[in-house]
DNA sequence: GTGAAAGCGCTAACAG
DNA sequence: CTGTTAGCGCTTTCAC
């Protein structure tokens, strides 16, 4: 038999609330119920459904939680109820140990930064909490593990979570997968997905470089082996070559020098020097897969005394705040992560609503391209229209 | 007597454990132990003090959890260890109906963004992961008592969880805020505080415009009403006027009209059309409590075809990262946000460890004027050194 | 090194 | 509308 706080009273001649008074310790539904004269049931409906609680007690109950100071256990309650209102995030670690404290590190990780913002506004709109966690080694003890075991709905960012832990999460509970490609595994696909149109995004941008501004001969920058996408972004890139007749250009531009490692400014530097030193002829334009590449390149291109867009035409993919900023502003791929975000809630939520089991679910959220002033579209000016 | 899976089993014949695996259920260490052939109490120790276990006896528990795909339940664990691994924040809620999905709004939000990152980077290396919600209406459920009731430490910035509540919470766990002047109340004297330093911030501004660039009619625009942040930068504004003998410009600033109610780009633009528009000679120079205000007013200015710096000196305070992307990039005072939000956490950390309970710490962070265009100090570029 | 058993604080039937 | 009671899944002494 369970000693309930009513039969320590008897058993220890009523010491443990006094003691607990004394020291100050945490008040519990008990001491609320003893206060405030009714069961510990009810001070529980005063929380959960405060209708089926007559006023008066409800007041008498909800003076003594104020007087006590007293605030529910959210783990009392998950474990009760078998569920916390709290929807968990994994994303991926930048911390970068070359770039401690630079701003470039800042930039990286607008992207997360975004995603939290999405799924913290439509998780709010829910009812939900956010946990947040960048993914590190993993293991028994993890901070995933421990994430996972602490919410009702999680969302992973592609390549964070090892798939077996990550499938062992989504038998307990609804996970969506956020960028990247849809799980192949087939012991991860029944996890719902959201992604951007990469592919179809670069295509269109690409298209438009080809076909509107006559352009020939493309480089793309930055296909990193391991992020699908970046492969899908380039695929696009090749998809608009290849229709236009470009061929030529696009094999040159895979060269294995401009498989950038880490997509950062410096990186994005780096190959506009060697796009410029090359042996043969420069490109007319530098396809970059991200933004953070092309503004680096801008820079080294302002260095050398380059023009853009009448020298060379620069782009980069993201559209992240600093894109708009720079001079010229930056023709981009603009992704809508606040959106990822808000999705990824929204699919969680639904999951999580009980509602009949559906298929899993893929979205792939549309990108549009931001026509700026570094493929020619735009206009220079010397102070950006924010707002 | 509670009822274990083991006498569950004798109970119905085992067939708990049957129906389990048919519906694919969340197994528990009552699982694990069962398959390994240990007692929960085993399967426990393997996470929680690995080394106190047999090697041969991990593996086998490693196993089983494996293959039944465990992660332990966070909430279980929490109640009884009385601890979550987690830490929390509460930042305001910034949604703005009119600016629902604008640019202006994300802005906004850098704040609490750069919080957040601070707060999770530190709290990731203290093996903690952090739960955030904005704060909304206050209230028994409120997302804010959800977050309290699980986590182990909670910051807060400045005006988003009312006393009373906070009063409750502190009593619970450490809590510590964030901006804002130390709470004068003496019922959460007992909490840590982390600010910056506002009025020495503003103060030093307004010193090198006024003792630097000879600067003598100043206007302040920003005095919200309620915001200590605000407040305390202006005291600084008016203690280096002061001292150069220039309280007439003070004065006029104060003028109700420039009381901004919401310090964004669009206020700022007003802002600076009031005053260049107004009765008497227009100031030299345009002092922004924060950069949000004073890029809309460079925009504001651009259109009425006055030249920054030349024809007037516009600053900001903050620092965040479009205050150097616009041109002429924007003299501002930098806040060191993402430290703040580190130096919360380490507080946290410290009074969970267990040490010797000290006496409220606050910490006032430094800050550091960033000369550049807006006053004359740096020339205006093209391009931005991003990086 | 391992097991047995007592809760952690709350929710959710089920009675009344 | 309110009280009783049996757990939720795990950690933690205390024995062996």
């Keep these: 038999m369970r000693f309930h706080r009513h039969a320590c009273i008897t ?58 100071g007293y605030v529910p256990s959210g783990n009392a309650r998950g474990l009760a109820s078998r ?3 709290v929807l968990g995030l994994c994303f991926p670690d930048y911390s970068d140990p070359d770039t401690v404290g630079a701003e470039d590190d800042d930039a990286a990780m607008l992207y997360s930064d975004q995603i939290i913002r999405g799924m913290e506004r439509a998780a709010r709109r829910h009812g939900y909490a956010l946990l947040i966690a960048a993914s590190l080694a993993g293991g028994p003890e993890s901070l995933v593990a421990q994430v996972a075991g602490r919410v009702d709905g ?57 076909h509107d501004h006559g352009l020939r001969r493309l480089a793309y920058v930055g296909l990193v082996d391991d992020s699908p996408d970046v492969e899908a972004r380039f695929r696009g890139f090749r998809r608009a070559c290849v229709e236009a007749g470009v061929e030529a250009g696009v094999e040159a531009s895979v060269a294995p020098a ?83 975000g808000e999705e990824a809630v929204d699919l969680l939520v639904q999951r999580l609503s009980g509602r009949p089991p559906q298929e899993p679910v893929s979205l792939m959220l549309p990108v549009s391209v931001a026509r700026r002033a570094s493929c020619g579209c735009e206009e220079t000016t010397v102070l950006p229209t924010v707002v």
């Design 11 to 68: 058993r220890d001649g009523g010491l443990t609330h006094e003691r607990r008074r004394i020291v100050n310790a945490i008040p519990t539904v008990y001491d609320v119920a003893e206060r405030s004269g009714v069961s510990i049931a009810t001070v529980s409906r005063v929380y959960r459904s405060p209708d089926s609680v007559r006023a008066a007690t409800r007041e008498r109950v909800l003076a003594a939680a104020s007087e006590l």
């Design 83 to 85: 569920s916390t209102g």
């Design 154 to 210: 999680f969302a992973v960012m592609a390549r964070t979570v090892p798939t077996e832990e990550l499938e062992a999460i989504s038998r307990r509970r609804p996970v969506v997968m956020l960028a990247g490609p849809r799980a192949q595994d087939p012991s991860l696909d029944h996890l719902d997905h959201v992604e951007v149109a990469n592919e179809d995004g670069q295509y269109e941008l690409t298209r438009h470089l080809v």
């Design 258 to 340: 401009l498989r950038m490692p880490m997509m950062t400014q410096a990186e994005g530097a780096r190959a506009a020097r060697l796009l410029c030193e090359g042996s043969g002829e420069r490109p007319e334009a530098f396809v970059f897969a991200n933004d953070q590449m092309a503004v680096g390149a801008l820079q080294e291109l302002e260095r050398r005394g380059l023009r853009v867009p009448d020298d060379v035409v620069v782009t980069g993919f993201d559209g992240i705040p600093l894109s708009r900023m720079v001079r010229p502003a930056l023709t981009t791929v603009r992704q809508p992560m606040v959106r990822m």
